[in-house]
């Protein structure tokens, strides 16, 4: 399991989804449906074969996760590596420019969040390998290990 730099996390959990897609891709065609903004699907690599004439495509405000019925889903950097054709990182930069409305001191506290986050599911794959270690140690010995 690749555990993402906390920094990266916090960057993704406070994007303004819906101010990315109006100001940076020019989407003002979307239903405001609360949590959730409603749109006909927006990819340039999508796989609607005659367009897509309903809404078939919704981006979660809180989750920041989208969703199209054709094309899967993802979260917000996925969403823009496929809008403009850029790596996670260049896709983390833009995100960058579209947060919310935060304190530094708030920013700090969500990065650290997922920085223990990390740190307890790394301690706890490690306590399993230990464990599993220590319940075949006589297998190994009886083998000459």
């Known amino acids: ?21 109006r100001e940076r891709y020019g989407i003002t065609n979307y239903r405001d449906e609360g949590d959730e903004l409603r749109m006909s699907c927006p990819l340039p690599d999508g796989l ?7 809404p078939s495509f919704g981006f979660n405000k809180e989750t920041r996760l989208w969703g199209c019925f054709v094309d899967g889903g993802g979260n917000a950097a996925q969403f823009v590596m496929r809008m ?17 409305e935060i304190t530094k001191e708030d920013f700090d506290r ?36």
Request: charged share 25%; hydrophobic share 40%.
């Open 84 to 100: 403009e054709g850029v790596g996670f990182d260049a896709a983390i930069d833009i995100l960058r420019a579209y947060q919310s």
């Open 1 to 21: 399991m690749v555990i993402m730099p906390a920094h990266k996390l916090a960057v993704m959990e406070n994007v303004n989804v819906e101010k990315l897609i």
């Open 48 to 54: 609607h074969k005659n367009g897509d004439r309903s």
């Open 110 to 145: 969500l990065v650290e969040s997922f920085t223990k986050d990390a740190q307890h599911t790394e301690l706890k794959q490690n306590n399993e390998a230990i464990k599993w270690a220590d319940e075949h140690t006589d297998y190994w010995y009886t083998r000459g290990y």
